[in-house]
């Protein structure tokens, strides 16, 4: 699986964003998903992921209320709506792909897009 994010960029604080991540390869509906950030000199951190048929989802406590992720198994593209952003949601925002299921842990997911920038400015 191959997977391309999109959708980041500069955002005032309170401000919303919408990321996308589409995929190409083997059947994207056989995949959980999951978004991940890392930010500088910081670790990669979970975001939120949500199963193959879309029917179960998770969040950090960091975004929860805030950001919503969601897929469209037809058009092989799991997305992140990102409502009231703080500077503190500033970093490379990445998507991930697992055959296993939808989880907090990065060791679960077998492919990783390249990531996309997220700015939020105060």
């Known amino acids: 699986v191959q997977l391309q994010a999109s959708g980041g960029g500069l955002v005032q604080a309170g401000g919303s964003l919408r990321l996308s991540c589409a995929a190409s390869?083997?059947?994207?509906?056989?995949?959980?998903m999951g978004w991940f950030r890392q930010a500088p000199g910081k670790e990669r951190e979970f975001v939120a992921s949500?199963?193959?048929?879309?029917?179960?989802?998770y969040y950090a406590d960091s975004v929860k209320g805030r950001f919503t992720i969601s897929r469209d198994n037809a058009k092989s593209t799991v997305y992140l709506q990102m409502n009231s952003l703080k500077p503190e949601d500033t970093a490379v925002y990445l998507c991930?792909?697992?055959?296993?299921?939808?989880?907090?842990?990065?060791?679960?997911?077998?492919?990783w897009g390249q990531g996309t920038l997220v700015t939020v400015s105060s």
């Open positions: 991930a792909a697992s055959s296993i299921a939808a989880m907090a842990s990065p060791f679960g997911y077998n492919f």
């Open positions: 390869g083997r059947a994207f509906s056989s995949y959980a």
């Open positions: 949500i199963g193959w048929r879309g029917g179960s989802s």
